[in-house]
């Protein structure tokens, strides 16, 4: 079974963040080519290094919305889904996500995600890189 295919560990913490439109989130129309309206904030942005943590996102998509499929070039993504669920896809191989789900993503990786139900798909997205030292 694979890590998409288990259920999420009963007791952790992949409960919804009641207030995150109030003040926090700011909308990002059609990113990479995506539908509708989604919701980021930077939560982590490093400065003053060259290498390691570059950022980290709280990103919310609400219902029938979606990432639209991109690549980054130099840098390395995981997603960590804290609750909803949605489809993936991953250099090709779409796949369900749900609450619990940490994903890798590969420089160059094309990639894309869409929230397919009628609740919010809440992620936190961590990028580290560049991966040569350089900024």
């Known amino acids: 079974m694979s890590h998409a295919e288990r259920p999420s560990t009963p007791g952790a913490p992949h409960l919804r963040v009641s207030n ?34 570059a950022f980290i996102d709280l990103v919310v998509l609400p219902p029938h919305t979606s990432i639209g499929l991109h690549r980054h070039a130099d840098n390395q993504e995981t997603y960590v889904v804290l609750s ?41 997205v961590f990028e580290t890189g560049p991966l040569d030292g350089a900024r």
């Open 84 to 124: 909803g669920q949605g489809r993936m896809t991953l250099d090709g191989e779409a796949f369900e996500v749900r609450a619990g789900d940490v994903i890798p993503n590969r420089p160059y990786g094309e990639h894309g995600l869409a929230n397919t139900s009628d609740d919010d798909l809440q992620l936190l």
């Open 20 to 53: 995150l439109r109030e003040g926090l989130l700011r909308g990002i129309t059609a990113d990479h080519g995506g539908v509708g309206t989604i919701l980021a904030h930077r939560v982590y942005r490093r400065e003053d290094a060259p290498a390691g943590v």
